[in-house]
């Protein structure tokens, strides 16, 4: 049974509890799995509280081991992911996961007590912020900040606090843009225009009504369901209204430049789930396989992660594991591989084939025709399917460009 610890001696206990819940390895979502999610934090809130010394740095504990045995980042690849995750990590830009603290400590021994440990890199607090490099003209343009700014270089610092504010007591300018991050995109985003377009995402994510979120509710039927109303011309909208039931909130905004996104999948301040959509293509064909795709983030990877997920969806997955599973899961949810191959729609550039997949999926033409201009990279073709124009005159609260 967890407890709060209170004494060293509840403190070395934890601690015996959590090596040996690490060497069981259990799987997420599992009980053990959440027991072990909530000793780590005792025993770090323990720390905190008790000790000016902590253990060994976790992120220095693995560059020792790796020089004991010899080991390149190539060999860490097993234990954390992908070698961007491997690099982001030795480099202090990614935390580490309880996942990657179990495979750490099951495969090179390292001790469970220093893997939990919070990596001594350097500590941004405000005054380490380059306050005029958010982009803050382009954000009273957008009517992000009501406030008067007569001079943008000295009122940068006042004005944009209190936005941050806004999206609640945690979320500040620092830990917004200290934050780690999992992207996915080809070239490097403007980590200023990120936080403040995430700040926006969770101050309109605060203002809905909240709902909680079971876990385990996005599963491969929830996400059919959604795609179903693909088939209404107000799909988009009410696939918001019905997402927003079960306690996932849909937030389109348009993003920032320097901020190649689709979408994003993000937790609330209360915890619950985000998706972010910023409909940077006005087309019906993408808004539902960049929905889908940050719901399957939502189903599979978020509550693990625990990091927001950005998604770039003209970059391929490039080897990444979730990224892999998030593109499979959304184009299941959408249309099941063993349908696509069976139909003519899937070798015919044909108006009547793309219409009788639809039907019998029930959901729009536009899906179908985009899954071939994707399979083909042919995006000349069926023009007249992927509905241009049709996604953003649904929310008209929004300014669009």
């Known amino acids: 049974m967890v407890k709060v610890i209170k004494t060293h001696v509840d403190y070395e206990a934890a601690l015996a509890h959590i090596s040996s819940l690490l060497d069981r390895d259990p799987p997420p979502g599992t009980r053990e799995a959440e027991e072990l999610e909530t000793l780590a934090v005792l025993v770090h809130e323990y720390e905190t509280r008790e000790f000016d010394i902590g253990s060994p740095d976790p992120i220095e504990s693995i560059k020792f081991r790796m020089e004991q045995q010899n080991l390149s980042q190539r060999d860490l690849m097993p234990f954390i992911g992908s070698r961007s995750k491997v690099s982001e990590v030795l480099s202090g830009r990614r935390p580490l996961t309880l996942s990657m603290m179990r495979a750490l400590h099951t495969g090179l021994g390292i001790p469970a007590k220093v893997l939990l440990q919070e990596s001594g890199g350097p500590d941004l607090d405000e005054s380490q912020i380059q306050w005029d490099k958010f982009p803050l003209r382009e954000m009273v343009k957008r009517g992000w900040i009501r406030e008067s700014v007569v001079d943008y270089r000295s009122q940068a610092r006042d004005v944009l606090r209190a936005f941050f ?8 300018a620092a830990a917004l843009y200290r934050q780690s991050r999992h992207i996915r995109s080809a070239r490097q985003a403007d980590e200023y225009a990120l936080a403040a377009w995430t700040a926006r995402v969770l101050t309109l994510a605060a203002n809905k009504p909240p709902v909680v979120y079971v876990e385990g509710t996005a599963d491969p039927e929830f996400l059919t369901e959604v795609a179903r109303l ?17 306690g996932i909130r849909l937030v389109i905004e348009p993003h920032l430049p320097g901020t190649s996104l689709d979408g994003a999948a993000l937790l609330a301040r209360d915890g619950g789930p985000v998706i972010a959509l910023t409909v940077r293509y006005d087309r019906i064909d993408n808004f539902w396989f960049s929905l889908m795709h940050e719901l399957a983030h939502v189903a599979r990877h978020l509550r693990q992660e625990q990091v927001p997920f950005y998604d770039d969806l003209d970059v391929g997955p490039e080897g990444d594991p979730k990224e892999t599973e998030a593109d499979t899961i959304a184009g299941e949810a959408l249309i099941p591989d063993e349908m696509w191959k069976k139909s003519p729609a899937s070798r015919l550039r044909s108006p009547e084939a793309i219409q009788h997949l639809a039907s019998q999926l029930h959901i729009h033409p536009a899906i179908v025709a985009g899954r071939y201009r994707h399979e083909f990279r042919s995006y000349r073709v069926l023009n007249q399917f992927v509905g241009h124009g049709r996604v953003r005159r649904l929310f008209t609260n929004v300014k669009w460009d």
């Open 165 to 172: 504010e806004q999206s609640g007591p945690l979320q500040s």
């Open 230 to 246: 693909s088939i209404f011309d107000e799909g988009p909208r009410l696939a918001g209204e019905f997402l927003e039931k079960y």
